[in-house]
């Protein structure tokens, strides 16, 4: 049984199995909807990452795992003697529906291989599976929030981008669980949010987010950053990572590299928080990570109005990367690493 609430600053689920099947809270309506959508197949789940309906690396990770789970039944019944054949083919499908989160081919593959060892009916061990590796992101945020925490010293403000929360992971949030936990810890008195365009994540989500758990927060232009650190009003920069690769090359939501080159030029400390499994050590280098080009449309429009002359292109790479050494510190759920490194990283993983 998952645990829903651990916290008075832990009140949203995005992610949940009911029954038989997935429910999905639509992040594209937020924050004036709270509308949720059931799912039945893993290719309307590979829809749903794709459209962003559910978005967030450990999250479309965890979507993906329950998806499986349906693929898994729909394959046993119509095909009981080939059903890992005709499972396969789904994986793949789920695989390509983003490229940046690695945390999505961690859980396909864990799914998998778990696959490969079932004898007969493989509906109840994949959920099992899939329930734990959503339980395991829970523990892991609460646990990075607490060894985030410890790390700052108390002071008025934090700075964060795009949205690390309850709602982009299984539920607390890695970065924003950092912040949660540390205004617990009375670390932190007022969060500044960058809005993050061109799908706002900072706006439409976490605002929303702190708004419901009632952290004080401000939030502002993507632009206003470096005004923000050389006013003096944040200690840190605090954001979660869609891959990080051997080397502690850190990719995550476009903009964050430019938050660590003026945090370092400010003096501001900068972490990153992630799982374990967003780190992925076959890719040695963050030049080798597959940045997520998304349509031109998201910069030309807001809410449907055009807002540039037509003829006007956009260029719209949804991720970059901060490069290792601009990083102060990475939480994870086994230990923070203070300046990674490779050989660091290493360690960490063989823990
Ligand atoms: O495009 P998104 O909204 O899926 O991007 C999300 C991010 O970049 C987050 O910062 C990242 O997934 C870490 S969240 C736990």
């Known amino acids: 049984m998952l645990k829903i609430i651990m916290s008075q600053h832990d009140s949203i689920r995005a992610v949940e199995w009911k029954d038989n099947h997935l429910v ?8 004036h909807n709270e509308q949720f959508i059931a799912l039945y197949s893993a290719d309307d789940t590979a829809e749903a990452i794709r459209n962003m309906v ?12 329950y998806a499986v789970v349906m693929a898994a039944r729909k394959s046993y019944k119509q095909y009981p003697q080939d059903w890992r054949q005709r499972l396969l083919a789904e994986i793949e499908t789920l695989k390509n529906s983003r490229p940046t989160a690695i945390n999505l081919m961690w859980a396909l593959n864990r799914m998998c291989l778990a696959a490969e060892q079932i004898q007969g009916d493989p509906e109840y061990p994949l959920l099992e599976l899939a329930k734990k590796i959503h339980q395991d992101d829970i523990d892991a945020n609460y646990h990075m929030g607490e060894l985030g925490s410890a790390l700052i010293a108390p002071s008025h403000g934090v700075l964060t ?50 708004a419901k ?57 900068f972490m990153v928080v992630a799982p ?35 003829h006007t292109q956009a260029w719209n790479p949804a991720f970059d990367v901060t490069p290792a050494s601009l990083v102060d510190a990475l939480v994870t759920e086994k230990g923070v690493i203070e300046n990674p490194t490779a050989e660091k990283i290493a360690a960490l993983m063989a823990s």
């Open 24 to 31: 999905l809270l639509d992040q594209r309506k937020l924050p």
């Open 54 to 65: 559910v978005r967030g690396a450990p999250a479309i990770g965890i979507a993906a795992a």
């Open 161 to 210: 981008h795009c949205n690390t929360g309850s709602l982009a992971t299984g539920g607390y949030g890695t970065a924003l669980g950092v912040i949660r936990s540390a205004y617990s810890n009375g670390k932190i008195e007022h969060v500044y949010a960058d809005e993050t365009r061109p799908w706002w994540q900072g706006s439409r989500l976490t605002a929303w987010e702190l």
């Open 213 to 269: 758990d009632k952290i004080p927060a401000h939030l502002l232009c993507d632009g206003a950053a470096a005004h923000l650190m050389k006013l003096g009003k944040v200690s840190w920069v605090i954001v979660g990572s869609d891959r990080i690769a051997a080397n502690g090359d850190v990719a995550n939501k476009i903009g964050t590299y430019s938050l660590a080159v003026n945090a370092r030029y400010h003096g501001v400390k």
């Open 276 to 310: 374990t499994s967003t780190i992925d050590l076959a890719t040695l280098c963050g030049n080798d990570i597959p940045i997520e080009e998304r349509p031109q449309d998201e910069v030309l429009n807001v809410s449907n109005q055009r807002i540039a002359a037509h």
